[in-house]
């Protein structure tokens, strides 16, 4: 079975400061990785994915995540943070071989950009 | 193109009640998935309906099924409603791979 662990509950961080949020997974196959994220009161986006290839994937508004496969880490980062981007961030993994299998999630990082 | 709708917004019922919850997936989408999302408790994947048929459930208790329709949209019901029910529910949506798209969500307060 898959697991995933956000390893950071909540990360406070100053408006135009670069930001790290963790994500480790356990699988014994190989997975699809996903980051989502939650605006207060909204549904999850997703903000970008990892499914094969380049292990650096980049969303449109400046995030980006490495896949780390000896490390089975998928850190997400953002060098310069808006006070937009506070939301809860949520890593998910699935199996790739069907395509159709549930998403795991980790339980989420609060993101509070401070003014 | 519409995402993924789900009524209603807000749903309070009463200890021991029926609730029912509706999605309607992205056009083209065949595949509907439910996840709860309770305080503390993060995502957790609840049901999966594919082509009008039942694939998987995650582990929650027999008093939560739901159907899908020959339209794709699908139906999340609760019967004999706990206090623990009490959650934001989640739609999601898929077409033949990869990654899902998720509706705003439904919340369920039981009281």
């Known amino acids: 079975a898959q697991s995933v662990t956000q390893l950071d509950s909540q990360v406070p961080v100053f408006e135009e400061a670069p930001v790290e949020l963790r994500c480790n997974y356990s699988?014994?196959?190989?997975?699809?990785l996903f980051w989502y994220v939650q605006y207060p009161n909204q549904g999850l986006q997703l903000l970008l994915k990892y499914l094969s290839g380049s292990t650096l994937v980049e969303s449109i508004n400046g995030f980006e995540a490495e896949f780390n496969k000896s490390q089975t880490s998928f850190h997400l980062r953002k060098p310069s943070v808006h006070i937009s981007d506070t939301a809860e961030y949520f890593c998910?993994?699935?199996?790739?071989?069907?395509?159709?299998?549930?998403?795991?999630f980790g339980k989420g990082t609060r993101l509070s950009v401070i003014a | 193109e519409a995402g993924v709708t789900q009524s209603p917004t807000h749903l309070i019922k009463t200890r021991g009640q029926q609730a029912t919850l509706r999605c309607s997936p992205i056009s083209g989408h065949t595949s509907v998935y439910w996840y709860q999302q309770a305080l503390g408790l993060g995502l957790q994947f609840l049901l999966w309906?594919?082509?009008?048929?039942?694939?998987n459930r995650g582990n929650f208790p027999p008093r939560f099924s739901g159907r899908q329709f020959p339209n794709y949209s699908s139906e999340l019901n609760v019967n004999a409603l706990e206090l623990e029910d009490s959650a934001l529910y989640l739609c999601?949506?898929?077409?033949?791979?990869?990654?899902?798209?998720f509706g705003p969500g439904t919340r369920l307060t039981v009281t």
């Open positions: 998910a993994v699935s199996l790739p071989y069907s395509g159709n299998t549930p998403l795991v």
């Open positions: 309906y594919d082509e009008g048929e039942e694939r």
């Open positions: 999601a949506s898929k077409p033949a791979i990869y990654e899902q798209y």
């Open positions: 699988s014994s196959v190989s997975v699809y």
